[in-house]
C-alpha cells in the first residue's frame, strides 16, 4: 500500500527544472500547430464570406456551413499554445520590465503597426478623427475590431499581473483559472458574440500544462510504452478528434438548448478539444516545414488575409474559389514582408543608437 502512495506522489510531483530544460512541446511543434489553426481560421472566414458573394444552396451549402465552425477550434489551438509558450517564457521568478518589452514587440507591436496601417489604407487618416476619434482610438488599441487580438490582450495582461504578484506555481494557476472564467462571464453578459468567449478556456489549460509538464511527462511515458499509440491508435485519435468536432457542430445545431446550456457545452467541448490537440502534439513529432512556416507567421497571416480578400483580391473577375487561392498566396507573402518590415522595426532603435548616438560622443 506504502509503495502505491508513494508511487502516486510520485506521479503527480512537479520538477520545475526539469520541465524549464525539457519543454513539452518544443518550438518547432508549436509553430507547426499555429500552422494547423491559423488555416483553420482563414478556411472558416473564406467560408462564411463566400456566402455573402455567392449563395450556395443543397449540399455545397451544407459543407460550406461545415467548414465555417473550423475557425473556433483553430482559437483553441492558438490560445492552448499561447499560454503554454507564455509560462514557459517566463519561468518560475516574478516577471520584468524585459519580459514584457519582449511580449509588446512580438505582439503588440505587429498588431499597432499592421492594423494601423490598413486603417490608413481603407479610410485614410480620418479613420482616427471626427466626433468619436476618442472611441475610435481605444478600439484600435484595445485590438476592439479584432475580436481575437482584444481578448489575447486581456489574457496577457492577466498574465503578466499575477506572474509578477505570485512566484508560487499553483496560486498563479489557481488565479489565472478565476481571471478566465470572469473573462469569459463578462463578455457572455454582454452578449458579445460567441466566438468572444467559447475558446477562452484553452489558454488557461495550455498554462496548466505548461506548469505541470513533470506529472502529464510520466503519464504520457507510459502511454507511449503501452503501444497503444501506434500508428493505428494515432490515427484513430486524430480520427475521433474530427469526428468530435463535425458531432459538435451538428448537435449545437439541432440541440434547442439554452444559451447558458450552450455555454456550458461550448466550455465542454473547448476543453475536450484542447486535451485532445495537447495529447496528440505530445505522442507524435510534428516538424513540417510548411506548416511550421506559416505557424511562424500566424499572426501577420490574420492580422492581414480579411483586407487582402476583401479591398484587393475580391473584385477579380474570376470564380470564388480562384479568388480564395490568389487571395492565401498573396496574404502568405504580404505576412512575410510584413514580419520582416516588423522585425527591422525592432531594431531601428539600436541601429541609430549605434550609428548616431556613438558619434555624439
Known sequence: MRDLIDSAV?????????????????????????????????VS?????????TPLTGKAEEFRLALTGLGVFGVNIF?????????????DDRIGVQFIVRRIRSVYLPYVVIVG????????????????????????????EYWFMAVLFLFYIGFI????????????????????????????DRQMQPFWYVSDLAFPLGITAATYESPVRRLVAQIKMSGVFGAAGRLLFVAAAIAFTVWHES????????????????????????LQIACIASLIPWHGSVLAGLGRDSLYLYLVHTYIF????????????????????VTVIVAALCRMAVAGLTKLPAFVYRHVGNKGE
Not at 79 to 91: D, M, N, P
Not at 161 to 181: D, P
Request: with cysteine.
Open 117 to 144: 496601417v490598413i486603417w490608413i489604407l481603407s479610410d485614410g487618416f480620418g479613420a482616427f478623427s471626427g466626433e468619436d476619434a476618442a472611441g475610435k482610438l481605444l478600439r484600435f488599441l484595445s485590438g476592439f
Open 79 to 91: 490560445f492552448f499554445f499561447s499560454g503554454y509558450g507564455l509560462t514557459k517564457a517566463a519561468g
Open 251 to 274: 448537435y449545437m445545431d439541432k440541440s434547442g438548448m439554452t444559451p447558458e446550456q450552450i455555454l456550458w457545452l461550448q466550455m465542454l467541448v473547448t476543453v475536450v478539444w484542447t
Open 161 to 188: 499581473i499575477l506572474w509578477a504578484a505570485f512566484t508560487n506555481r499553483h496560486l498563479r494557476v489557481l488565479f489565472f483559472w478565476i481571471y478566465a472564467a470572469v473573462i469569459i462571464k463578462l463578455l457572455f
Open 10 to 42: 510520485d506521479m503527480i510531483r512537479v520538477s520545475p527544472k526539469q520541465d524549464q530544460e525539457h519543454p513539452f512541446f518544443d518550438r518547432k511543434t508549436g509553430y507547426w500547430f499555429r500552422g494547423v489553426a491559423i488555416l483553420m481560421v482563414i
Open 310 to 329: 476583401m479591398r484587393c483580391v475580391n473584385g477579380l473577375g474570376c470564380r470564388m474559389p480562384m479568388r480564395f487561392a490568389i487571395a492565401f498566396a
Open 45 to 53: 472566414h473564406y467560408a462564411e464570406w463566400w456566402s455573402w458573394f
